[in-house]
């Protein structure tokens, strides 16, 4: 069983930046590909980012302003959010792919393990 917790969400004006940070428990964490995705009310949870060894993906409507990266030493994933806009606003989650560190997964179901969330609201 591996745990994700979620720090860094809070509220911020429009043009803002944010950093979230994910620590999932386990020893093989370099092995797992890791994510974001993100769900506003009334919405479907939708992929943000992704990282493998050291390749990234995004969702279109963060590419450029939105970082995924990793440190393997800290067991640490972290979300760099910059000119944040009042659409961005959700609950953004941490997820973790077992053993597919090799690929770069955007599909909820490709994703094993899930954090609880944490809240990110951007005010015009």
């Known amino acids: 069983q591996v745990q994700l917790v979620e720090s860094g969400g809070g509220a911020v004006q429009a043009g803002g930046s944010l950093r979230l940070s994910c620590v999932p428990s386990?020893?093989?964490?370099?092995?797992?590909?890791m994510g974001w995705f993100r769900q506003a009310p009334g919405k479907e949870r939708e992929f943000v980012a992704a990282?493998?060894?050291?390749?990234?993906y995004y969702a279109d409507s963060v590419k450029g302003r939105f970082t995924i990266s990793r440190d393997n030493a800290k067991n640490t994933v972290y979300l760099q959010m910059n000119s944040l806009k009042p659409e961005d606003t959700a609950v953004y989650y941490c997820?973790?792919?077992?053993?597919?560190?090799?690929?770069?997964?955007?599909?909820?179901?490709?994703?094993?393990?899930w954090g609880q969330g944490t809240q990110v609201t951007v005010s015009s």
């Open positions: 997820a973790a792919a077992i053993g597919r560190v090799g690929g770069l997964p955007s599909g909820r179901s490709e994703y094993d393990y």
């Open positions: 386990g020893r093989t964490f370099r092995n797992y590909a």
């Open positions: 990282i493998g060894w050291s390749a990234t």
